[in-house]
């Protein structure tokens, strides 16, 4: 299928594996958040103080997030162009495992926030390593298909933090909230079983074996020489806005959900129990169909970068990405529906992602395509950090500031518009040695 040998599915299987863990082990936090913010802040879950204290503090965790994410990227984008993708790829997985399982045991919300610095470094790393790997290993004319598979093992990851979540919060420990988000961390050691797999089948790809051999080790100053600067502001304009819509919007799924389905369970005087079982079963609803946009959207970049390009392919999901946040927020909709529509949300502002996968690697020649890509990808992070935060602190003021701050979210793909005289079209041509 595809045309791929066994061992090309084999490197694509173990990249696709290590950012779905990545994905997972990164926003295991937004959903145990309404548990765990108050219970190391001694609050009554449920409360409003709780609520208050849960939408600003998921808002500065998830900018810390992003901050360790970026570090992480740009030091081990580095990495992966000195030492090869194979051991990178080992490295960040072992690191973001232990730095998510370590946050079970965390004892108020500044270790926490430790532990997630900790993971945040080799999350953020994992990716250049792994798309890197795939870029170089694949035969030219699959590239993009196997670039967009690569980038669905995201969805799938927040497929199964979901479950874990639901499983463990909703279900097998579901009256015991202040100590059921514990548990949902510790399924963060999953990756690290994985990543000793990795190591023992997977080999540095040729591509870069040879590139290396007789030349000198790559810099991360070379990035903006001349002959590639273009590229570098290519690749983080593009990535700026893209991540600042995702983790903005993405951060706050849970939250917006927990607030619907408390508002809905009040009205219908549901009890303590009803209202809980409530919240879960809508953070559940909310995020599948986020997923379900995501996955959609991320396959659909494939015949859109194919037969159209990338500056088309960005100039049609930033539009759809600010549609759907106009729509889904400014509108004046049921819960449920609002619920619904993050398949649009989803299908947009996710599913713009599977592109970097095989755009960003495209950008840089072999030597410094982990460092090229990884500095584009995570460097965006810095700026993104702002987003979250903001969001969470206006948010923190209410229930339906939440939505309307999430309303004027949807400008920020409009900039992006302006920016795409800085794309360079890679449609067709050859990955650069």
Known sequence: MLGLSRYQWAVLFAAWLGWGFDVFDGLLFNYVAPNCVPTLLHLTI????????????NGLLTSVLLLGWAVGGVLFGYLG??????????????????????CALAPNIWVLAL?????????????????????EVVPEK?????????????????????????????????????TSWRYVFLFGLIPAAVAFVVRLFLKEPERWQKAVENAAPARLREIFAPEH???????????????????SCNAFIPTVASGLAQSTAAAQGLDKSATLALVEAWKFKATFWFNCGGLLGTLLTIPIAKMLGRRPL?????????????????????????????F?????????????????PELFPTRLRATGAGFCY?????????????????????????ISTLFYLGFVPLAGLLLLPLVIETRDQVLAD
């Open 314 to 342: 960005f100039l049609i999901y930033f539009t759809a990405a600010a549609a759907s946040l106009f729509a889904t927020f400014g509108l004046d909709l049921e819960p449920l529906t609002r619920l619904t529509m993050y």
């Open 229 to 247: 600067r273009r590229a570098t502001l290519c690749g983080v304009a593009m990535a700026v806005v893209a991540l600042i819509c995702w983790w």
């Open 142 to 178: 699959r590239r993009v298909e196997a670039g967009a598979l690569l980038y669905t093992a995201a969805p799938m990851g927040l497929f199964l933090a979901t479950y874990v979540n639901f499983w463990v919060a909703g279900d097998w420990m579901k009256d015991s909230p202040e």
């Open 378 to 402: 995570n460097i965006g992070r810095v700026i993104a950090s702002i987003g979250p935060f903001v969001v969470g602190a206006i948010a923190a003021r209410g229930a339906s500031s939440t």
């Open 344 to 360: 649009c949300i989803g299908l947009s502002i996710f599913g713009v992602f599977g592109s970097f996968t095989y755009y960003l």
């Open 81 to 102: 162009d000195r030492i090869g993708r194979t051991k990178t790829l080992l490295l960040t997985m072992l690191l973001y495992a232990f730095g998510t399982a370590a």
């Open 46 to 57: 449920g409360s409003p103080e709780a609520k208050s204290a849960t939408l600003y503090w």
């Open 115 to 135: 532990c997630r610095v900790i993971a945040a470094l080799g999350i953020g790393g994992e990716w250049a390593a792994g798309a890197s790997m795939v870029a």
